[in-house]
């Protein structure tokens, strides 16, 4: 059974950061490209960063370029995302997923967390 699940969202004021983690279990993991997408309140769901099976590569939206990073851990099945410099923009429940290719497509990501809570104060 696959199963993503997010963790360590919380209440940070802008120019904190925050790490957010993404375990996994139920598949092959590093056969797999993982993304995060957020998703604000009256918004649709919007791509974040994706990373690669290998890790090899990365894309990221415009809007978090340089104070975001996403990595993973192969040996963990867990995938991360580093979110520094962080506004109030930026609040949104967060998700991890995974693909089959580096996209920023929605529709292309086969699997989903549950999500985890970022709020971002002034």
């Known amino acids: 059974q696959v199963q993503l699940v997010e963790s360590g969202g919380e209440l940070v004021q802008a120019g904190g950061s925050l790490r957010l983690t993404c375990a996994t279990s139920g598949y092959t993991f590093s056969s797999y490209v993982m993304g995060w997408f957020r998703q604000a309140p009256g918004k649709e769901r919007e791509f974040v960063a994706a990373?690669?099976?290998?890790?090899?590569?990365?894309s990221y939206a415009d809007s978090v370029k340089g104070r975001y990073t996403i990595s993973r851990d192969n040996a963990k099945n867990a995938v991360y995302l580093q979110m520094n410099s962080l506004k109030p923009e930026d609040t949104a429940i967060y998700y991890c997923?995974?693909?089959?290719?580096?996209?920023?497509?929605?529709?292309?990501?086969?699997?989903w967390g549950q999500g985890t809570q970022v709020t971002v104060s002034p």
């Open positions: 990373i690669s099976g290998g890790g090899w590569t990365t």
């Open positions: 997923a995974a693909a089959y290719t580096v996209t920023t497509r929605l529709a292309a990501y086969n699997y």
